[in-house]
């Protein structure tokens, strides 16, 4: 059974940092490609950062520069480090794994319960 638990969300003030953390279990995160998504009230699940099985790493233009992916293949964890928040930042955080299996590389798509960031004074 594949379970991604994310944690971190908070409420922090503009300018300020917060660390997301997705733990997986049932997968290993450097065999797959593992995504961060958020997701604003009244608005569409869009897609903030990866990082690939291959260790490739990209970010959306809207945090470009601010936020960071990375993982710890013993910990089989992926982080989101955010930086200089913005109240646009303001969304539900979801953790989300891609993974292939077999020879027909089936996609699965695997998805955590979501971590609240709130960016406000």
């Known amino acids: 059974q594949v379970q991604l638990v994310e944690s971190g969300g908070d409420l922090v003030q503009p300018g300020g940092s917060l660390r997301l953390s997705c733990a997986a279990s049932g997968i290993i995160i450097s065999y797959s490609d593992m995504n961060w998504y958020r997701q604003a009230p009244g608005k569409q699940r869009e897609l903030v950062a990866t990082?690939?099985?291959?260790?490739?790493?990209n970010c959306a233009d809207s945090v470009k520069g601010r936020f960071t992916i990375s993982r710890d293949n013993a910990k089989n964890t992926v982080y989101l480090q955010m930086n200089s928040l913005k109240p646009e930042d303001t969304a539900v955080y979801y953790c989300?794994?891609?993974?292939?299996?077999?020879?027909?590389?089936?996609?699965?798509?695997?998805w955590g319960q979501g971590t609240q960031v709130t960016v406000s004074s």
């Open positions: 989300n794994a891609v993974v292939y299996y077999g020879a027909a590389m089936s996609r699965r798509d695997y």
């Open positions: 990082i690939t099985s291959g260790g490739i790493t």
